[in-house]
């Protein structure tokens, strides 16, 4: 089992940047990828990003590519989502999540652990 937590969000205008960060503990963390996850008021929990185990795959959702870029740093076990050009249909709840699997994928069911989610919003 792996405990995730997140942290990094807050209040800011639109166009700023923000980094989540998010910290694992439990299994080795080098063995599986990890994703980002987002869920706006009223609307379904949905893919942002995903790393592979290595940190050299990525995958995004084509609402942030090219502004939102996924990362890892396996020796201090922490995943992160640097957001930039941030715009008002950002904002949402962000979990992070570790994925049962070694690369990266965006079915929220292969991801076996969540974070407890950190808030973004975006003023505009």
């Known amino acids: 089992q792996v405990q995730l937590v997140e942290s990094g969000g807050g209040l800011v205008q639109a166009g700023d940047s923000l980094r989540l960060s998010c910290a694992a503990s439990?299994?080795?963390?080098?063995?599986?990828?990890m994703g980002w996850f987002r869920q706006a008021p009223g609307k379904e929990r949905e893919f942002v990003a995903a790393?592979?185990?290595?940190?050299?795959?990525?995958d995004y959702a084509d609402s942030v590519k090219g502004r939102f870029t996924i990362s890892r740093d396996n020796a201090r076990n922490t995943v992160y989502l640097q957001m930039n050009s941030l715009k008002a249909e950002d904002r949402a709840v962000y979990y992070c999540?570790?994925?049962?699997?070694?690369?990266?994928?965006?079915?929220?069911?292969?991801?076996?652990?969540w974070g407890q989610g950190t808030q973004v919003t975006v003023s505009s």
């Open positions: 999540a570790a994925s049962k699997y070694a690369l990266s994928s965006r079915p929220t069911g292969d991801f076996a652990s």
């Open positions: 439990g299994r080795t963390f080098s063995s599986y990828a």
């Open positions: 790393i592979s185990y290595t940190g050299l795959g990525t």
